[in-house]
């Protein structure tokens, strides 16, 4: 069965369909305002989960206004005209049910998950929430300061500190390298009128997407969803086309060189990430890249983790991952070690990462990776949260979406050849060495100019 190929948009009131595995039916629609509403009805389940997505993220704010998503994410609990923030959190505990948010560097998303009898009252909240939100000034300034509580609460987290430190060596002053949350001193100088300025903005009907599933109907959410957003306000007029889906940007401030970064903190332990450029979500490699990262450092029987905690005990925690946007990516590996076997440590992740690249993998590796992946993903499924994310990133990131029998084939298909070759391309690309934890100098650059003979 062919995949579910998402345009960029789509005429108002057009309408795909598709029929998933285990009975699944997937349908997407295009309502008046350019609403977009993806479900995936799951027979036998009884839970439903419901996502406001706006491919709205931290790498489109205004450099005047960096943070101003994530605050937005946080304000949009605190209250409606109809509806207190105690109301909003009430009428999910009274149900049993739950709804977050969370910021990404591409997206926004607002999500509750609860039985399928509550479904309409979910959709209503979480579409009041979005459509109305008071952001009130008081508000504002009350939450400033549990943000600056959240950010001040990561800086106390290295390895939290590792990974924001890769992503602003391997992205540079390309907007994928900010923070998400954006600085303390950003959120300091963050005027209330930015974060206003960017709701209205940003928060429109064609910037809208809806995805739900579980024991959902198509017809009744996309009604629910129509009602929800009338009664907050927004006009939905026919004829009204969702906005195009982001198109890659200029990556001419992306580092063209490695970095060695040491960051001081005073940690027992040393948090060390080495890596670099990966490719873009929407790569055709993305099915070979999630076999390297099963066999580099995906499970207790990968390569990082039997060489570095299990042979030798260097590290509790060890692991490789990957991460895709618009126009590129990221690729890394990951150990936490004592101070002083930094060097050791790091030379060990270089020469897993060379070994794949150079000589390949083995037949027994190749079978234990796909066979993780396909078992992962069928069980991450089970939930129907997982497949509202899935239709979700399909339709704001890849523009398709695949049956899982299809994608399983895809990753059944990949090859050891492939995998040698993908390694070695992401080896080719600079090499950037973050090092955090209780050091008076530098110990990455040493570190780096050792692996590659080129101080950074």
Request: proline letters at 4%; aromatic letters at 6%; one cysteine or more.
């Amino acid at each position: 069965m062919p995949e579910l190929i998402l345009a960029p948009g789509g005429a108002p009131g057009a309408e795909v369909h598709l029929q998933g595995d285990s009975g699944a039916v997937v349908r997407r629609s295009v309502l008046p305002g350019g609403i977009r509403v993806l479900t995936e009805s799951v027979p036998g389940q009884r839970s439903a989960a419901l996502g406001a997505w706006l491919a709205v993220g931290s790498r489109d704010e205004h450099t005047d206004h960096l943070g101003s998503t994530h605050f937005l994410e946080h304000l949009l609990f605190k209250g409606t005209p109809r509806r207190s923030a105690l109301d909003i959190s009430a009428a999910f505990d009274a149900v049993g049910g739950e709804a977050n948010a969370a910021t990404a560097k591409e997206y926004t998303c607002y999500f509750a998950r609860v039985l399928d009898a509550d479904m309409a009252m979910a959709t209503d909240v979480i579409l009041d929430m979005v459509t109305s939100a008071v952001l009130d000034e008081q508000e504002f300034e009350n939450e400033r300061g549990v943000i600056l509580e959240e950010l001040a609460m990561n800086e106390d987290d290295p390895l939290d500190v590792a990974h924001e430190t890769f992503a602003a060596s391997v992205f540079g002053t390309h907007p994928l390298g900010r923070p998400i949350g954006g600085t303390a001193e950003t959120i300091r100088n963050l005027p209330h009128h930015a974060v206003l300025e960017h709701y209205r903005r940003t928060y429109t009907p064609p910037e809208l997407v809806i995805t739900a599933a579980g024991s959902v109907d198509h017809d009744d959410v996309c009604e629910q969803v129509l009602s929800a957003v009338r009664a907050g306000g927004w006009v939905t007029s026919e004829g009204v086309a969702p906005v195009p889906r982001r198109h890659a940007g200029n990556t001419s401030d992306i580092p063209t060189t490695g970095s060695a970064t040491t960051v001081r903190r005073s940690t027992e332990q040393a948090h060390v990430i080495l890596g670099g450029l990966g490719p873009a979500a929407g790569d055709a490699r993305r099915y070979v890249l999630a076999v390297l990262n099963a066999v580099l450092g995906g499970s207790m029987s990968s390569r990082l983790f039997q060489e570095i905690r299990e042979k030798r005990g260097l590290a509790y925690s060890t692991y490789s991952f990957a991460q895709g946007y618009t126009e590129t990516g990221a690729f890394g590996l990951y150990a936490g070690c004592t101070p002083s076997r930094v060097d050791q440590v790091t030379e060990l992740l270089q020469a897993e990462w060379d070994a794949v690249a150079s000589e390949g993998i083995t037949d027994e590796e190749l079978r234990r990776a796909i066979g993780q992946i396909s078992g992962g993903m069928v069980l991450g499924l089970e939930d129907s949260g997982s497949r509202m994310a899935r239709l979700g990133r399909a339709e704001i990131s890849l523009g398709e979406l695949n049956l899982i029998d299809e994608t399983l084939d895809k990753v059944q298909a990949v090859t050891a050849d492939q995998v040698r070759d993908l390694a070695a391309d992401l080896l080719a690309e600079p090499r950037h060495l973050v090092v955090v934890g209780p050091f008076s100098e530098d110990v990455a650059g040493p570190t780096l100019a050792h692996l590659t003979g080129v101080r950074a």
